[in-house]
């Protein structure tokens, strides 16, 4: 997109004009990669555990938060996740349509009790939903709960308290 649009706005310019425009789009481009590590930097975290094994999962508690998710990142830390809270209890439905990296997710009860977990591939639109209504969602670098034998009814410790 970014080379293309360099593309349409070289053909026939004037030196200094295509300075300005390329200069612009770059600020653009720039601006929209900051924003996404911006808005990861500003998620409160929270140490979880699945058993034994420790994570820092970023909270996404407020509408954007959760509308944004884990879209545009290029990577997740081994240790890390995104811990999704919803107000109240229901069918959660999930897709990976902007999201790159691949995930597994744990839909949870209010006493962390994991219901159902779903593997999910990147930039797919597929729908993968808890099977009972829920309030907490966690999400992982695909395969981190099979690696660690965390399975459906296990509990998740360190959660937040729901009201």
């Not at 997740?76 to 997710?105: H, K, Y």
Request: include cysteine.
């Amino acid at each position: 997109m970014f080379v293309s649009s360099m593309n349409r706005l070289l053909q026939g310019a004037e030196p200094v004009f295509l300075f300005s425009k390329c200069l612009a789009l770059f600020t653009i481009w720039l601006g929209a990669a900051g924003t996404v590590a911006a808005q990861s930097a500003a998620l409160q975290t929270i140490e979880l555990y699945a058993g034994m094994h420790r994570l820092t999962a970023e909270l996404a508690v407020e509408p954007d938060q959760r509308a944004q998710g884990l879209m545009g990142r290029q990577s997740l830390a081994e240790q890390r996740g995104m811990l999704f809270v919803f107000d109240r209890p229901g069918v959660q439905c999930f897709w990976m349509r902007n999201t790159l990296v691949p995930l597994s997710i744990a839909f949870l009860r209010d006493d962390g009790s994991i219901v159902n977990i779903e593997d999910m591939e990147p930039l797919k639109s597929d729908n993968h939903c808890s099977q009972e209504p829920v309030r907490l969602a966690l999400e992982v670098n695909q395969g981190w709960f099979a690696a660690r034998n965390v399975a459906p009814d296990m509990v998740i410790r360190g959660l937040p308290t729901l009201r």
